[in-house]
């Protein structure tokens, strides 16, 4: 079942976070994933969340996204994405 992963990062480093802007889609390709939004641009309809910079991917499966997070080839670039931004991340089921 497809399942999305929603992200929320407070980049903090806007230099130091090129490198992980540069090098993650590859990784989230090989796990089958692809960007369907992100930017900072958001309308806030209801409530006080105040997201930074969205983004939106769709993979194959929720295990798809644990993989990702998990790859080990992925490590280093995941230490400079904590090194230099802040990330909220939670993962749903699709319904396609």
Same mark, same amino acid.
């Given at each position: 079942?497809? /399942? %999305?992963? +929603? /992200? $929320?990062?407070? !980049? &903090?480093?806007?230099? #130091?976070?090129?490198?992980? &802007?540069? #090098?993650?889609? /590859?990784? !989230?390709?090989?796990? #089958? ?5 992100? #930017?900072?641009?958001? =309308? +806030?309809? =209801?409530?006080?969340? @105040?997201?930074? &910079? ?5 993979? *194959?499966?929720?295990?798809? !996204?644990?993989?990702?997070?998990? $790859? *080990?080839? %992925? ?7 904590? @090194? ?8 749903? $089921?699709? +319904? =396609?």
């Amino acid at each position: 079942m497809v /399942a %999305y992963l +929603i /992200a $929320d990062l407070d !980049i &903090r480093d806007p230099e #130091g976070f090129r490198e992980y &802007r540069e #090098g993650a889609s /590859a990784f !989230i390709a090989k796990h #089958g994933g692809e960007f369907l939004a992100f #930017g900072s641009e958001v =309308e +806030i309809l =209801e409530g006080n969340w @105040q997201p930074h &910079r969205l983004v939106l991917l769709r993979f *194959p499966s929720k295990q798809a !996204i644990r993989n990702f997070f998990a $790859d *080990p080839d %992925y490590a280093a670039l995941k230490k400079v994405r904590l @090194q230099t931004s802040k990330t909220l991340a939670v993962t749903m $089921d699709g +319904i =396609e």
